[in-house]
């Protein structure tokens, strides 16, 4: 299988195949057409030719045939569609096991474990090692640990397992969030998102103890961090029969992007009349408006960092179990109001 055999099967130009395989950080390209090009190079098991990429940066030339490959397992999510965040994650741990000569050659979710045809593809699909993104069951649990030596997890909280994990916390990156607002002079603050087993919600319950926020559980809405949940949790503070807050914290940015458009729906002005704040900092966060002001995780870094330790511990360089913590980092956009000077960062 050459590149311009898979270009054709994609139905792109061979460049363009050669530039998502390369990309840094799985940015180049729409998803669609990043989709359609990996989804080819795993069905086919397409090598880059790296005698030749690695004369172009004068080194000499290396194996061809893969070191090993991966499997990268969604956790919480049934389909990349359903989390962007995840989905971009995904790119990049593709692009970057490529880059290392173990490519991922199996993908799945964790809720298609029961069906045959997955069983069947896990079966026939050996490989050295898997990621996984997001949590998931104690039954998965076991389920993973059965059928994969090597395993690295990544999300937003740890998980009791023996893992490799790479985290960003969750739990700090909504305190992140809350501060922001309270330090622009939010005191009712709303929540969209989940509350069960949720470190996001946990803390921002704590975070209304410890600034001293109103505490109207009317502001918070139980509903699954996905466009559907963002846009329902919205429905049901503007159906609430109460003032709204005067900004709302969503648990993902894909929830928040949901609830701005229902928002706007009620003629509900983002962020003069409330603001919005997320977590995430997917790349359609910086493309709606106002665009939006969320706590941003570092994809690229996480996907590189996920890489590296299964490779890690496939060729045992490490035996105890790693926990790497990556920073969050708050991007100030257009849709948090500045109660305190008039005024929206």
Same mark, same amino acid.
């Given at each position: ?125 050996? =490989?050295?090692?898997?990621?996984? +993104?997001? &949590? %998931?069951? @104690? $039954?998965?649990?076991?389920?993973? #640990? ?107 940015? =894909?929830?928040?992007?949901?609830? +701005?458009? &229902? %928002?706007? @729906? $009620?003629?509900?002005?983002?962020? #003069? ?73």
């Amino acid at each position: 299988m050459t590149l311009k055999e898979v270009a054709a099967r994609a139905g792109v130009s061979v460049s363009t195949v050669s530039r998502i395989i390369n990309s840094a950080d799985g940015s180049f390209a729409r998803k669609e057409t990043q989709d359609r090009v990996w989804a080819v190079i795993k069905e086919t098991g397409y090598m880059p030719n790296q005698s030749a990429r690695n004369l172009k940066r004068g080194k000499k030339g290396v194996q061809q045939t893969p070191a090993g490959t991966f499997a990268c397992i969604l956790g919480r999510a049934k389909t990349l569609d359903d989390n962007p965040f995840f989905a971009q994650l995904a790119q990049v741990i593709e692009q970057q096991a490529m880059e290392r000569n173990y490519p991922v050659r199996l993908s799945y979710s964790v809720f298609d474990i029961k069906m045959i045809s997955t069983l069947e593809k896990i079966e026939s699909e050996k =490989v050295d090692g898997a990621i996984v +993104l997001g &949590r %998931f069951s @104690e $039954a998965a649990t076991a389920f993973l #640990e059965s059928h994969y030596k090597n395993i690295v997890y990544v999300g937003r909280n740890l998980i009791q397992a023996e893992w490799d994990q790479v985290i960003c916390d969750g739990y700090e990156a909504t305190q992140m969030a809350i501060e922001h607002l309270v330090s622009y002079g939010h005191r009712r603050i709303g929540y969209i998102g989940e509350t069960d087993d949720e470190s996001r919600y946990q803390a921002y319950r704590d975070m209304i103890c410890k600034c001293g926020l109103e505490d109207n559980r009317r502001f918070v809405c139980n509903v699954p961090h996905t466009g559907e949940g963002g846009y329902r949790g919205a429905d049901l503070l503007l159906r609430g029969g109460a003032e709204l807050p005067t900004a709302v914290f969503c648990a993902a940015d =894909v929830s928040a992007i949901a609830a +701005l458009r &229902r %928002f706007r @729906e $009620a003629r509900i002005k983002v962020p #003069e009349q409330l603001s919005i704040i997320s977590m995430d900092n997917i790349e359609l966060s910086s493309y709606v408006s106002p665009m939006l002001t969320t706590v941003g995780m570092p994809i690229a870094e996480i996907g590189s960092m996920a890489v590296q330790m299964l490779i890690g511990r496939i060729h045992k360089q490490h035996r105890l179990p790693l926990k790497l913590y990556l920073p969050n980092k708050l991007m100030r956009r257009e849709s948090v109001f500045n109660i305190n000077e008039g005024m929206y960062i």
